[in-house]
């Protein structure tokens, strides 16, 4: 059922492009079953609103006009009314069961299918957005659509129901009344004309500033230690102060159209309800309606007024939440996919690589930073890259694990284009150590096993103990079982460099590619990972960017890039006897 609903939403952003009207209606297919329960159990439960004007006739007309039998008139109609009041309470809550289970299904699966597109997407993609703006879409956006839905179901339901009974029984009752209440209506909802438009462009200001302040409070939570480090924290306060104030100035306009659109159109319900009172009052005094037809017809016609001024009312709750669906319909019709399907599957992973003639570029850039790179790589051979910032180490390790593909030439693996691999599958035999540690608020064994459905403790304790942490975890008060803190903010560089090393290592891959693993340890730890590399790497295609040259000694060939191209290429000691560029480099940093 989960899969469905996930498929039905996406199925409607697809069919539906910018039309969110119709994306909303058509997010809730195999959903409309509840939405009628809840409308049949809403008609029972809200009965006493319409009977009620009728019951008050019927006892002032009873009591004005002396019927017959008038106290048994009375107590009928009272029986009558308690009934259905007290019907209210379990109708109410079958019509609030169905509507809200179908309300809030749809949107857990709108945010689960956001998430599933999020990690759908390529890297350039995530580089390229900012991830409070992401967050502000799966939170905020997702909550305005909860919102659109429920609130335009319940209005939507009271003003067809309500309207439609009050107009019945009016037509029923006097033909005239019911003709000046059908002529009024229209003329009195003019005012959605004037404001819609400027609403709904507002609601689009507004939701790009909260964005982005979204986005800048994130990048100010992650750069508080810079900012405390040079004494910055008045700069920012003021950076952040300008920022506020244009969401502030933005929320403030909107509001103010919002609530001139409710005043004008309160003003203008409140006029036509009492030129409905006066019209009534000239038709007592023809003796066209009974006295007490009055009170049904004001009440009949309050109701109308009522349903239609909440309808109006609810336009700029419509206007927020179209616009959400807008801004999720940005992420969920990205094509900037990592695209598998029908591609080959890797079972299994040799580790032979080949670059022939690979150039890369940015799509976004001017420069082309890898220019005709050809490499040869057998499997278990270890091959290091250095090279100056810019030079274009990273871009290779990127092309590797799949992050981009070439522009020209072509990279193969194991004799398959990379193009034509189902990188998912490809992905679970290689193990990545970036520069950049990344870990979560777990605990340290969470972080370890990250991913994997099943591990013996003999595994993990290898993985530690080959990673050099065991001294950190016995020092620890709870082991491995340690919280680590946001992003292991509780932990040095070094160690969070060493747990992600513990986590590649787990995984026991065929690839294994170390991005400056070891450039946040010390001279002996350091030491110490090498000579556990120097283990792990046996039999195994290990590719590395070291900036540490004294690191790579051991490696079967060197790279030495510089502005996209090989300059240099050859073993530790070829390169040294050269003295060449590698040489030059490993003299400085003697």
């Given at each position: 059922m989960k899969k469905c609903i996930e498929d039905t939403i996406l199925e409607s952003f697809s069919q539906y492009k910018n039309r969110p009207s119709r994306i909303l209606i058509g997010m809730f297919r195999g959903n409309y079953y509840r939405f009628v329960l809840s409308a049949l159990f809403y008609i029972i439960k809200h009965s006493p609103a319409w009977v009620m004007p009728i019951v008050i006739s019927n006892i002032v007309n009873t009591v004005v006009y002396e019927s017959e039998n008038p106290q048994q008139t009375i107590v009928m109609n009272a029986l009558i009314i308690v009934v259905l009041v007290l019907l209210n309470i379990p109708m109410n809550y079958?019509?609030?069961?169905?509507?809200a289970t179908a309300v809030r299904t749809v949107e857990g699966e709108l945010r689960s299918a956001l998430i599933n597109k999020l990690q759908q997407l390529s890297l350039r993609f995530h580089n390229n957005t900012q991830s409070g703006r992401i967050q502000s879409k799966v939170i905020r956006d997702v909550e305005a659509v909860q919102t659109l839905s429920s609130q335009t179901f319940v209005n939507l339901l009271n003003v067809i129901i309500n309207v439609s009974i009050a107009l019945l029984i009016t037509a029923v009752k006097n033909g005239v009344?019911?003709?000046?209440?059908?002529?009024?209506i229209p003329m009195a909802s003019l005012a959605i004309v004037f404001f819609r438009k400027r609403i709904r462009q507002q609601n689009h200001l507004f939701r790009k500033e909260v964005e982005s302040t979204s986005a800048r409070v994130m990048d100010m939570e992650e750069m508080i230690p810079v900012t405390k480090a040079h004494g910055l924290e008045k700069l920012e306060m003021r950076r952040m102060k300008e920022i506020v104030e244009k969401v502030s100035v933005e929320g403030y306009r909107l509001d103010i159209i919002q609530g001139n659109f409710g005043a004008v159109s309160w003003a203008i319900f409140q006029i036509f309800q009492i030129g409905a009172l006066v019209f009534t009052g000239f038709m007592v005094l023809r003796g066209r309606i009974p006295g007490g037809d009055i009170v049904l017809y004001q009440s009949y016609f309050t109701t109308i007024v009522a349903q239609v001024s909440s309808l109006i009312m609810l336009l700029p709750t419509i206007a927020k939440g179209l616009e959400s669906i807008t801004s999720i319909e940005e992420v969920i019709n990205e094509e900037d996919t990592e695209d598998n399907a029908g591609k080959l599957v890797i079972e299994g992973l040799k580790g032979d690589f080949e670059f022939k003639d690979v150039h890369f570029k940015y799509s976004s850039a001017e420069e082309v930073v890898l220019k005709g790179i050809n490499l040869s790589i057998k499997q278990g051979q270890t091959i290091a890259f250095v090279g100056e910032s810019g030079?274009?180490?990273?871009?290779?390790?990127?092309?590797?694990?799949?992050?981009?593909?070439?522009?020209?030439?072509?990279?193969?693996?194991?004799?398959?284009p990379i193009e034509s691999i189902n990188l998912r599958t490809y992905r679970k035999h290689i193990a990545v150590v970036p520069q950049q540690t990344i870990l979560f608020s777990g605990s340290i064994e969470d972080n370890i096993t990250y991913?994997?459905?099943?591990?013996?403790?003999?595994?993990?304790?290898?993985?530690?103990?080959?990673?050099?942490?065991e001294t950190l975890i016995?020092?620890?008060?709870?082991?491995?079982?340690?919280?680590?803190?946001?992003?292991?903010?509780?932990?040095?560089?070094?160690?969070?460099?060493?747990?992600?090393?513990?986590?590649?290592?787990?995984?026991?891959?065929?690839?294994?590619?170390f991005d400056e693993a070891t450039s946040a340890l010390d001279s002996v730890l350091e030491s110490l990972i090498v000579e556990a590399m120097d283990q792990l790497i046996k039999g195994r295609t290990t590719f590395m960017v070291a900036h540490r040259l004294s690191t790579i000694r051991g490696a079967d060939k060197i790279c030495v890039l510089d502005h996209g191209e090989i300059i240099e290429y050859g073993s530790y000691e070829e390169l040294i006897a050269n003295k060449g560029p590698f040489y030059r480099m490993k003299n400085i940093q003697s």
């Open positions: 079958l019509h609030v069961h169905f509507s009344v019911f003709l000046f209440f059908l002529l009024t030079s274009g180490k990273s871009t290779v390790m990127n092309l590797l694990i799949g992050f981009a593909l070439p522009t020209k030439g072509q990279l193969s693996v194991d004799g398959e991913g994997m459905k099943s591990v013996t403790r003999e595994k993990v304790d290898w993985a530690i103990k080959v990673a050099n942490l016995q020092e620890l008060p709870f082991g491995l079982d340690t919280k680590i803190g946001e992003h292991g903010n509780k932990l040095s560089g070094g160690q969070r460099q060493r747990i992600a090393i513990a986590r590649a290592l787990i995984r026991d891959p065929r690839v294994i590619i």
